[in-house]
């Protein structure tokens, strides 16, 4: 195996969201000068997408920075590079602990119209709550009492249902119908069809950071541009979509003008680039629609098996403006709660004629005084993903229908909409990911792991693997997929450092 120093390696990045643009970064810091970056859009950013709801600001993509303090990469970059606001930087917001859920106020309406009582509805929530805290703890416990969240949460539910509410039948059904709500919601932030397919054992590998989750006031794709200004003008290669990373030198050009390199990334459009290394931060929802052809030779079985059995659903948002609320003042969150769903359900039984069910609500979007009475609605799973075959008029026509059901006000008109597709993005195939039932830590391990494996004796860090998926704790964050570029970065940095210190032991 030829030495060579490390600014003169050849390294290429698929990929142009935030853990190939801070692998480059990192990179360019470390002293390689030979980094390019290869991205399928004519975008950078990837799921960080700012758009825009007439004069509104809105994101499409990642919206908050979750956990907003000091350990998180992303909160440090955001402060230096003076993008947050003064009260997202305080320290007492950065010292509180929300453990993933931000204590929002909210409004509950149900589905045969009527605003429901924080009294009575407010206990229903705590319950989940407290449920869903005990979920997070099988992982460090070693236990797991049923396979997947969902099935533990609902046993548990209904059991203390069951033997400690003592309201009436009809309260205590809708008391049950709000549960079915939330796990809408908790699909939501899993980026899951159903909480039915999210493993229980594993669900406490995500951490969350102090800090109370914070918003870019002038859009995420801030952090990107500033980002952006900081890599040479012409790093990135746009509209290429990477079809193909042939390594292990079987790529034959018969060109080959004295130095080789083991590795040809190929692209649809059939222009070819040679590289020393390449890191790929391709989300996994493509990784899993292209797992048979985007490697040549192909993946490894295990690393195979780990990204067909690792979960990426889809999550999306529905943006409406509407000319006045009818939310109250101080309402950060508005459930919808259907009275036919005391029985916990998350799917539904028919997706073409009921998929809004799937919706669980809104979250307001603040402060008033710059968005005026913008809501955004969240649906997940398999609804989600019919949505997206809908026109955007067939959409605002069965929000408006739902939301008239449950205020009970035939009268009120969204002004105007935008929802978020991202199940139909082709470079993405969905939203994020969560560890599905049956996976572990070693299925994110799996992921992670560089080509060629340990022991092999061809060169050593061929194909490398970043991007939200590939991090233990913080896989579907911003964060998460940052530092993950980062580390294949020091990864490269160390290898060439621990090569040249071998040499100068060996002098
Ligand atoms: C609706 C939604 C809401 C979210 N909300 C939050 C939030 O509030 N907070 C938070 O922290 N996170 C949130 N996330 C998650 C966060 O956006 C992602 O975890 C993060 O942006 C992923 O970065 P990445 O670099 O790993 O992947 P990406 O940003 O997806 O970048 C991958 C890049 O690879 C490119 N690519 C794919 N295939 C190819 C190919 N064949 N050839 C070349 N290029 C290719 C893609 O075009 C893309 O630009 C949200 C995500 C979604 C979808
Ligand atoms: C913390 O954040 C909240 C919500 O943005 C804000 O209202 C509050 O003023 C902040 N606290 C401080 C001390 O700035
Ligand atoms: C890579 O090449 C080496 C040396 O030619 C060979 O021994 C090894 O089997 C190849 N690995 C794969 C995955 O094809």
């Known amino acids: 195996m030829a030495l060579r120093p490390a600014v003169d390696a050849k390294i290429l990045i698929v990929g142009c969201g935030i853990s190939g643009i801070g692998a480059a970064q990192r990179l360019i810091q470390h002293g390689f000068s030979n980094v390019r970056i290869i991205e399928a859009t004519s ?54 602990d929300i453990g993933g859920h931000p204590p929002f106020v909210p409004n509950w309406f149900s589905s045969s119209g009527r605003k429901l009582d924080p009294d009575v509805m407010g206990p229903a929530v705590e319950l989940f709550m407290t449920l869903f805290e005990k979920c997070q703890e099988f992982h460090a416990s070693g236990e797991e009492p049923m396979p997947t969240v969902g099935e533990f949460l609902k046993r548990e539910a209904l059991r203390i249902a069951h033997e400690e509410w003592e309201e009436d039948q009809a309260t205590k059904d809708l008391k049950l119908a709000l549960l079915s709500t939330m796990l809408k919601l908790e699909c939501c932030v899993s980026g899951t069809h159903t909480m039915d397919d999210v493993g229980l054992g594993a669900f406490g590998m995500y951490k969350t950071l102090p800090g109370l989750d914070c918003t870019f006031p002038g859009g995420y794709d801030g952090l990107i541009k500033h980002m952006m200004n900081e890599l040479p003008a012409d790093i ?65 079985l295990h690393k195979l098996h780990s990204i067909q059995r690792m979960g990426f659903g889809t999550n999306n948002k529905i943006f409406l403006e509407f000319e006045k609320p009818f939310w109250s003042e101080d309402c950060e969150v508005i459930y919808l709660v259907w009275d036919d769903e005391p029985d916990l359900v998350d799917v539904v039984s028919d997706v073409k004629t009921a998929w809004i069910k799937k919706l669980f609500g809104f979250t307001v979007l603040k402060p008033m005084e710059r968005f005026g009475h913008v809501l955004c609605g969240w649906i997940a799973g398999h609804e989600s993903e019919y949505m997206e075959t809908l026109t955007e008029f067939e959409v605002l026509q069965a929000v408006t229908q739902l939301i008239r059901r449950f205020t009970g006000n035939p009268t009120i008109a969204p002004k105007k909409l935008l929802r978020s597709q991202w199940f139909h993005e082709p470079y993405t195939y969905g939203s994020y990911t969560y560890v599905a039932k049956g996976c572990s830590g070693y299925d994110i391990d799996n992921l992670a792991e560089p080509l060629p494996l340990p022991g092999s004796n061809s060169q050593p860090l061929q194909v490398m693997f970043a991007g939200e998926a590939t991090h233990r704790s913080f896989f579907s964050t911003v964060h998460g997929a940052l530092i993950t570029g980062w580390r294949e970065a020091d990864r490269l940095h160390t290898h060439y450092t621990t090569l040249s210190g071998q040499m100068i032991s060996k002098l």
Not at 244 to 264: A, F, I, L, M
């Open 43 to 96: 975008r950078s950013g990837g799921r960080i997408k700012t758009g825009r709801l007439g004069s509104n600001i809105v994101e499409v993509g990642a919206n908050w920075i979750h956990g907003p303090s000091q350990e998180n990469p992303v909160f440090q970059l955001a402060c230096h590079y003076q993008l947050l606001s003064k009260e997202s930087m305080s320290e007492e917001n950065q010292s509180a």
């Open 236 to 300: 990135v290669l746009y509209n290429k979509p990477v079809k193909c990373v042939h390594w292990n030198n079987t790529y034959k050009q018969s060109s080959s003008k004295g130095r080789t390199y083991p590795v040809t990334v190929e692209c649809v459009n059939g222009e070819t680039f040679e590289a020393d290394h390449v890191i790929v931060t391709i989300p996994l929802g493509y990784l899993k629609k292209h797992q048979d052809t985007l490697l040549h030779p192909p993946l490894p």
